[in-house]
């Protein structure tokens, strides 16, 4: 099977992927190219929403972007002090995360090549992606035996933010996020992870929150950086 293609900014480039993950690229590719209203200058007017709206919008997504960011990092760093990295030895590199598929763009000189509606994109669908791993961090009584309370008070707080989140930028851009919802659905793009977080074997459970707290992180600064990226465009002071 060809290497799958990857949308960033405007130009194709190849990446070694097979499976669900060249479909679900393919398809996304097509859906962004079917809305008609893409801006290729990054320009605010995305949507035809007025500016004023698109400000209220990403200030909004912005300053809670930002707090689920503080909110991972101190959920990792918490773990890491219950688990120090001498127990975690085991541990020698972390497992593919289970939004890797994606491929959304890590570095801050790439997000700023894309347009609007991709970074809406990208913000929406990690964002449904992580709903699932969030929920059972924070609820499911197996899994938190194993952490503290504040890594379980931050998980509670992560979920009703990212809520807020996904609330606020589905009002203002149902026309994508329904397709990109159906798409996840069709492709069976999905955590998978639980199995490993209830195993029996303790060091099993640690490696894979350890995994997921890492990747959680990860995908959260790339929420943040869509987000203040977005926040800067429409603001008059940048």
């Known amino acids: 099977m060809a290497p799958a293609l990857s949308f960033h900014g405007h130009q194709w480039t190849y990446n070694p992927v097979r499976g669900p993950c060249l479909v679900l690229l393919l398809v996304l590719s097509n859906l962004l190219l079917c809305q008609g209203n893409v801006c290729p200058s990054c320009g605010p007017d ?25 909110l991972t990092t101190i959920m990792l760093n918490q773990f890491e002090e219950k688990y120090p990295q001498s127990k975690l030895e085991y541990i020698n590199t972390i497992n593919d995360c289970h939004t890797s598929c994606l491929h959304a763009p890590e570095e801050r000189e790439m997000a700023e090549e894309m347009n609007n509606e991709d970074l809406t994109k990208w913000i929406l669908m990690l964002q449904y992606l992580w709903t699932t791993p969030l929920f059972d961090l924070g609820t499911d009584h197996r899994i938190k035996k194993d952490l503290s309370d504040t890594i379980i008070s931050s998980a509670l707080k992560n979920i009703k933010k990212s809520h807020r989140l996904q609330r606020i930028l ?28 209830v195993s029996r074997d303790e060091d099993v459970r640690h490696s894979a929150l350890y995994n997921l707290f890492k990747c959680l992180r990860r995908d959260s600064r790339k929420v943040d950086m869509y987000s203040k990226i977005l926040a800067c465009r429409i603001s008059d002071e940048c």
């Open 46 to 70: 995305i949507f035809g929403i007025p500016l004023k709206f698109l400000r209220q919008t990403f200030s909004r997504v912005s300053s809670l972007s930002h707090d689920m960011g503080n």
């Open 170 to 197: 589905e009002r203002r851009f149902s026309q994508i996020i329904v397709p990109v919802r159906r798409i996840l659905s069709e492709v069976r793009m999905y955590w998978s992870g639980y199995g490993s977080l």
